[in-house]
């Protein structure tokens, strides 16, 4: 599996950190140094996350001209889609035209969701003999966030990606990789209501009965210090695992493209891991936690400074679930 390159998207409302303290009730200097969001952006009211993304695989297609007639497969790893069902992926696909041949399929999964859905479009490349697919990210989380609440709507952003993956050896390869899932969290971050326990309409109900459930449900809650201390756990070791596989030390490593859950978590996760700060990559104060986009942009950006090529980088998602999955990728000279 080779990662060969990056396109991404973003959607038309940019907020300031400004913004967020208006509508939050936090202090400017808490959204823009603690959490580190200076600027984030959201979908507006006409805008999807079909859209966005594929907006997203256009401006992939347009650095990979060759690719848009060779996509055997398209992944989309949401956990917000457009509706309920049909799933994403094949809104995506038809509305880039791509022929009625390729595969596609969502994965739900947030934070740990890109490097996850890495080593699963890895195996059915490798199971069924395709050869080139395209992983699309996308969480508009601005849609399920309540605009007064500090905990997400002073964190999380929306963005898109889609990644150009080849089978075989291109222009880089995987040097070790781990996964944890730590379920017994996982109402550290959540949406309450909406699934099969409360359903938005209970339709076993008389045709005059509705759901109960109140607004504070169905929104997107998160316990911050819960989130902080289950990263701070499990993630250092995920790191130490990766490394231990691929008989690297941390000197090897060029680039720590970690999820960009906030800065203040970005740093004390640096300090545990013992990473040097100046390899650990940050774009939280443009973009804002993107969820599973936030690793993937990370990858783009250095790409278009031309810092990818040559180098080992060491990746590491975590978060809904919760959970994590770390990966070291080579990335070959030009």
């Not at 006409?46 to 848009?68: N, Y």
Request: proline content about 4%; hydrophobic content about 45%.
């Amino acid at each position: 599996m080779s990662i060969e390159k990056i396109g991404f998207a973003l959607p038309s409302i940019r907020q300031t950190a400004a913004d967020i303290a208006a509508a939050t009730g936090a202090e400017e200097s808490f959204v823009a140094e603690k959490v580190g969001l200076r600027t984030r952006y959201i979908l507006g009211p006409d805008e999807t996350g079909i859209g966005l993304s594929i907006r997203a695989c256009e401006e992939l297609f347009k650095k990979a001209p060759e690719l848009r007639e060779k996509v055997d497969l398209l992944v989309c790893v949401t956990q917000n889609p457009d509706r309920k069902l049909p799933q994403n992926s094949a809104g995506i696909a038809a509305g880039l035209g791509l022929p009625s041949t390729i595969a596609s399929f969502d994965i739900s999964l947030g934070c740990s969701g890109y490097v996850y859905t890495l080593n699963i479009v890895e195996g059915f490349l490798a199971a069924t003999g395709m050869t080139n697919a395209v992983l699309v990210t996308v969480d508009p989380y601005s849609r399920i966030m309540a605009a007064e609440d500090r905990d997400t709507n002073a964190v999380f952003g929306d963005a898109a990606t889609a990644t150009w993956i080849a089978s075989g050896n291109g222009r880089s390869t995987v040097l070790a990789r781990d996964f944890g899932t730590d379920g017994a969290g996982g109402d550290a971050i959540e949406v309450p209501a909406g699934g099969v326990l409360r359903p938005h309409v209970n339709l076993t109900m008389q045709s005059e009965e509705v759901a109960t459930w109140t607004r504070d449900e169905e929104r997107l809650h998160m316990r911050g210090r819960a989130v902080f201390n289950f990263v701070m756990e499990r993630v250092p070791p995920s790191i130490d695992a990766c490394l231990g596989a691929a008989g690297l030390e941390i000197g090897d490593i060029d680039w720590f493209a970690l999820h960009q859950g906030s800065l203040y978590m970005l740093d004390a996760l640096a300090k545990r891991a013992r990473l040097p700060g100046e390899k650990v990559l940050k774009n939280m104060q443009l973009y804002g936690n993107t969820v599973s986009s936030t690793i993937p942009l990370l990858l783009a950006d250095l790409d278009e400074q031309g810092k990818l090529d040559d180098t080992k980088v060491l990746m590491s998602g975590f978060g809904v679930g919760l959970s994590w999955a770390s990966m070291i990728l080579n990335f070959r000279p030009k």
